[in-house]
């Protein structure tokens, strides 16, 4: 029997897990994928926003605010790659100007601290290449960029570290209520359990109504990405925004935390919770948004396009639709939801965790373990390491001397280590989200053979079981002339 | 550690490099290669019809990378297996790192760049739809089959009918998987004719020209792609869609240069090729860096990466040498002109240039009953008639030296397609 | 008499060939610009060929696969009978350019030789 069980292995759930292990509880986590990070978590904007976007009185507004603030120790202490590279909201027109003021007092209103009003001029000081038709934008100082893979990972990989269990490819049937808690039924077998937390993402409505009367509907709302090479990554510095409205939902143009230039995402609510595919008509959308905001967007420099599924919360009941749905069932006990977590909520997630963690914790009458591991170590990076720590790694095992990407300088070190590591590496994007191989230029014609030779080698398999992202997704069909 | 000239790249470019260097005198060579051995990417291509004009033999690329590496270790010119080159500084220092020595440096006094290239990518090519397995570029395909033995798919369409695909195609039918479409956006194969006939006609695969895939489906594998026949400006047309159910799509849709090295190292890259601007000596901008093969244009032929390459080294050699004097600020530009889009060299310098300089170009399209011409300044001093000219293949023409010396006041050498009156 | 529509690959031009075939045998080629287009099509109407490049199961080398190729032209159609001969043909490293790894394939008499040196690997 389980205090806790946890449905969905996302950054939501992986919080959740990591600020529950500060308690002397039994806990676990379901996850349908063969990853953690494998649904809205690993396709989104990597923004940490300033919070001054969402209602005050929200709870987007609460744990965005939140969240944010508690970024920094948090990538401190978990080792991810964080940056405060600050957020301008641009306006195109003196009208804009008004709104400006009114977000920024909305900002102020929400706690969101260090905002201000640019000029023009100040504004294309600060970027050069932002669009000539700006007039004005808001500045948050605050707004910050992380990266949504190595943030999610840090979070399970710490919480497994301090006795969370994860099953992964293990998915959610059914949940029954039982005298002491609920049942859940998996395709893997049953799990008995005081507690459930629902972090099932764009499936927490299919989770939340096996249970509860009070009917929840979230609405899959696909956004497409254009990522480009890294010798774009400087066209500008700050995650740039326009005003809704006029323009549409927001596309943004940012620096990813690695060093890439991202533009996206487009808005469209679709059946479909798994229709992660892009489309012409989003791409082109995309870039003439996108182009607004910068000059001569450099889109010669694409190296790949992706969309990912926010988990929209479309309907329950009239008060939350469009807010987080955070806190327990009415007519469902011991049953929690972290449900309708769209952006920000990968700013948000260290609030929601913490939050919902106590929640439970004093509804078990936890208590505190004393022996938490607050930090967890980093992944070693061979590309971003200076070169005395270069020459450390390779000291301590000379396959980090070995170029498995050329594109993104990742070596074999680097992939037995997140073969190794807790939670580690099982598929070849698992192995490109935790290490960054394959993600370059030539997004992985190179290294994919050597890499998949690597994994079937540490998990003692012929490459041929080798898959993508596990299921059916296998990179080879057989041998020659078979 | 230092040496004479570093070769960064051991295949087709790197190997002949070395030989000629080595051949004109300079002893302290040393070349760097990523892969596990010698030959670069001849080794994956198994095929044959390598070697026509430099062996006068058709031999298979293995074959053809194996005469120039036993020369390499007849010469017993030093090379560096499973080692990569981290960064190349403008003052010719060479950081590299492999497995036995870590990271280190080598103090060069020229570098002879032979990095080759590498495939364009589903992402450059904003094809939208699912991102599956079952997604490969035509060369990644091409290793699992021909060095790991191993079947990427069962049902194959291909992208882009350019020669890896084409081979890529007969090759994968002789393996047992069914390859049902070559589909290619341009009016034209980028392909050599031989192996439109012998790689896609001897085996009834259909080729589409016009056509282009605008969709893929599959969530886990590969299961349809969708084609559809482009307009003139090569924008799908609406309404010819036709699905087609597949388990891998091959890419095979151009080459590009990798210069990411050469860039930091200062050298100045032509936006046409993506490869360094370089002149009679395929000497970069970087005084003492040469350029070569695939790294510095796409070639059709390795026997023209072969030549070219030896051109370097012995340009290498001779700066090493101090026989190749400092080029002069003043050089004649090469300019490519209507129907040439690029030409390497870019600029000459008369007096450090050969009696006979070989100009590599590549036109824009097709032509039929054509001219080559060469002007100097606004004089036409060669007609060079072609029945066919093609986008794929790489052409070429030669220049004398006593041509140049007799043009008064010469600053332009100008070459361009001209057709029949 | 047959006739058969042929494209010359001897260049890039590609031509259009018309190959008449003559009761008695005979063939006449037409739509040419050169002299090798029209023994191109001769033989490739009456006696086509294909040298066969492919692939066999190699133990002990670095990798798994050695390259291999038929030493001349076989008959076109005896293609797929060449391949089907070589899928279980395993060989042992180390192995030499030029090596018989088959003697006579699908019946045409010629060998099948290896294309790569592969060294014997020390693990």
Redesign the interface.
């Known amino acids: 029997m389980y205090d806790v069980i946890i449905i969905g292995a996302g950054v939501t759930g992986s919080a959740i897990a990591r600020e529950l292990s500060k308690w002397q509880l039994r806990i676990a986590v379901l996850e349908k994928a063969s990853d953690v990070c494998e649904g809205t978590s690993k396709a989104n904007s990597g923004i940490v926003h300033g919070g001054f976007d969402a209602k005050p009185g929200s709870l987007k507004a609460k744990f965005n605010v939140l969240g944010n603030k508690m970024m920094e120790k948090l990538s401190q202490d978990l080792e991810f790659p964080f940056k405060r590279n600050g957020s301008l909201v641009l306006t195109f027109d003196e009208e804009g100007k008004d709104r400006l003021e009114e977000l920024k007092k909305q900002g102020e209103e929400n706690g969101v601290e260090g905002l201000c009003i640019l000029n023009r001029e100040q504004l294309k000081q600060l970027e050069p290449h932002i669009s000539d038709e700006a007039k004005a934008a808001l500045c948050a100082p605050t707004g910050g960029i992380v990266c949504p893979f190595h943030l999610t990972m840090a979070l399970a990989e710490n919480a497994a570290e301090n006795g969370v269990e994860f099953f992964l490819n293990t998915k959610v049937e059914n949940l029954v209520k039982t005298e002491n808690g609920y049942k859940i039924e998996t395709d893997k077998g049953s799990y008995e359990t005081k507690t459930v937390v629902n972090a099932a993402g764009v499936y927490a409505d299919v989770i939340h109504n096996m249970v509860s009367g009070k009917k929840m509907k979230i609405v899959a709302r696909k956004g497409e990405y254009c990522?480009m090479d890294k010798e774009a990554g400087n066209y500008v510095s700050h995650t740039i925004f326009q005003l809704p409205g006029v323009y549409g939902k927001g596309v943004l143009v940012t620096p990813t935390v690695h060093g890439n230039l991202l533009a996206g995402p487009t808005a469209e609510d679709i059946e479909d919770k798994?229709g992660?595919?892009?489309?012409?008509q989003?791409?082109e959308t995309l870039l003439a948004k996108g182009g607004k905001s910068v000059e001569n967007l450099p889109t010669r420099q694409?190296?790949?396009?992706?969309a990912g599924l926010r988990a929209h919360m479309a309907d329950f009941g009239g008060e939350e639709d469009d807010d987080f749905v955070i806190g327990e069932a009415e007519d469902a006990p011991g049953f929690f939801d972290a449900a309708g977590i769209e952006s920000p909520g990968l700013s948000s997630a260290p609030a929601i965790g913490e939050y919902v963690a106590e929640w439970i914790a004093a509804r078990l009458s936890a208590k505190e373990k004393p022996d938490f591991k607050e930090k967890r170590k980093g992944m070693p990076n061979m590309a971003e390491a200076d070169?005395e720590e270069?020459?450390r790694l390779?000291?301590e095992d000379?396959?980090f001397?070995?170029?498995i990407c050329?594109?993104e300088?990742v070596t074999e070190g680097e992939i037995l280590a997140a073969i190794r590591r807790t939670l580690g590496a099982t598929t070849l994007d698992g192995i490109k989200r935790r290490t960054r191989a394959g993600m370059g230029?030539?997004?992985?014609?190179?290294c994919?053979?050597k890499t998949v030779e690597i994994l079937a080698e540490e998990l003692g398999k012929d490459?041929?079981e080798i898959?993508?992202?596990g299921?059916?997704?296998?990179?080879?069909?057989?041998?020659?002339?078979? | 550690m230092t040496a004479d000239i570093v070769i960064i790249g051991g295949g087709p470019a790197g190997l002949a490099a070395a030989v000629s260097a080595k051949e004109a005198g300079v002893d302290h060579i040393l070349i760097l290669e990523?892969d596990?051995?010698l030959g670069g990417i001849l080794?994956q291509c198994?095929?044959?019809g390598f070697g026509l004009h430099t062996f006068h033999e058709?031999l298979?690329?293995?074959?053809y990378a194996?005469r120039f590496?036993s020369k390499v270790k007849e010469l017993q010119i030093p090379y560096m297996l499973?080692t990569?080159v981290?960064s190349i500084g403008n003052d010719k220092t060479v950081t590299a790192?492999?497995?036995?020595?870590?990271?280190f440096t080598i103090k060069a006094k020229a570098v002879i760049l032979a990095m080759g290239c590498?495939?364009r990518?589903?992402?450059?090519l904003?094809i939208?739809?699912?991102?599956?397995?079952?997604i490969?570029?035509a060369?990644?395909a091409q290793?699992?089959?021909?060095?790991?033995?191993?079947?990427?798919?069962?049902e194959v369409v291909i992208l882009g009918s350019g020669d890896i695909g084409l081979i890529m195609a007969r090759?994968m039918t002789?393996?047992?998987a069914k390859v049902k479409l070559v589909a290619e956006i341009m009016p034209y194969s980028g392909g050599?004719?031989?192996n439109?006939?012998?790689c896609l006609?001897?085996y009834d695969i259909p080729l589409k020209l016009n056509h282009t895939v605008?969709?893929?489906?599959g969530?886990?594998?590969v299961e349809s792609v969708t084609v559809a026949k482009v307009d003139e400006n090569r924008k799908?047309i609406p309404g010819t869609e036709e699905e087609i159910t597949c388990?891998?799509l091959l890419l095979s849709c151009g080459l590009i240069p990798e210069n990411?090295l050469s860039k930091e190292a200062g050298v100045l890259l032509n936006p046409v090729t993506s490869g360094p601007f370089v002149n009679e000596s395929l000497e970069t901008s970087e005084a003492g860096i040469f350029a070569c093969g695939n790294v510095l244009h796409v070639h059709d032929l390795v026997d023209y990466v072969s030549g070219e390459a030896q051109t370097a080294g012995e340009k290498a050699a001779a700066y090493v040498k101090g026989l190749l004097p400092a080029s002069k600020e003043e050089t004649t530009a090469v300019s490519a002109e209507s129907g040439v889009r690029y030409t390497v060299p870019s600029k000459l310098d008369i007096t450090r240039m050969d009696e006979e300089q070989m100009i590599r170009f590549r036109v824009d399209n097709i032509y039929r009953n054509a001219y080559i011409a060469v002007y100097l300044n606004e004089k036409c001093i060669k007609k060079i008639k072609r029945?066919?000219l093609?986008p794929?293949?790489m052409e070429q023409v030669k220049l004398r030296k006593a041509d140049m010396e007799q043009c008064d006041g010469l600053v332009k050498i100008t070459i361009k397609i001209e057709q029949e009156v | 008499m047959e006739e058969r529509d042929l494209?010359?690959?001897c260049?890039?031009?590609?031509c259009s060939l018309k190959a008449k075939i003559e009761e008695n045998g005979e063939v006449h080629i037409s739509g040419n610009?050169c002299k090798r287009g029209e023994d191109y099509g001769k033989k490739e109407t009456t006696a086509p060929t294909?040298?066969?490049?492919?692939?066999v199961?190699i133990k002990g080398g670095?990798?798994?696969?050695l390259?291999v190729?038929t030493q001349d032209g076989i008959p076109?159609n005896k293609?797929?009978e060449c391949?089907q001969a070589l899928q279980d043909v395993e060989v042992e490293a180390p192995v030499h350019?030029g090596d018989i790894i088959f003697a006579d394939i699908a019946g045409t008499g010629i060998p099948v030789i290896a294309?790569?040196?592969v060294e014997k690997c020390m693990e």
Do not use: W
């Open positions: 990522l798994e992660i595919d892009t489309t012409a989003g791409m694409i190296i790949t396009s992706f070169e270069r020459k390779i000291a000379p396959a001397a070995n170029v050329r594109c300088l230029r030539c997004q992985a014609g190179f994919s053979p490459i041929g898959t993508k992202t299921g059916e997704s296998r990179l080879l069909t057989g041998m020659n002339k078979a | 990523r596990k051995e080794n198994i095929h044959n058709e298979t690329g293995p074959e194996a590496i499973e990569i981290i790192m492999n497995k036995e020595k870590g990271l590498r495939e990518a589903r992402g450059a904003n939208p739809g699912y991102r599956p397995a079952g490969y570029s060369g990644t290793r699992y089959v021909n060095m790991e033995g191993r079947m990427p798919g069962k090759r002789l393996e047992g050599l004719k031989r439109i006939v012998q006609e001897d605008t969709g893929i489906k969530k886990e594998r799908p388990d891998t990411e029945p066919m093609a794929g293949e | 494209v010359c690959i260049c890039p031009l590609g610009t294909r040298i066969v490049t492919t692939t199961r670095v990798l798994p696969a390259s190729k076109k293609v797929f391949i350019i294309t790569k040196e």
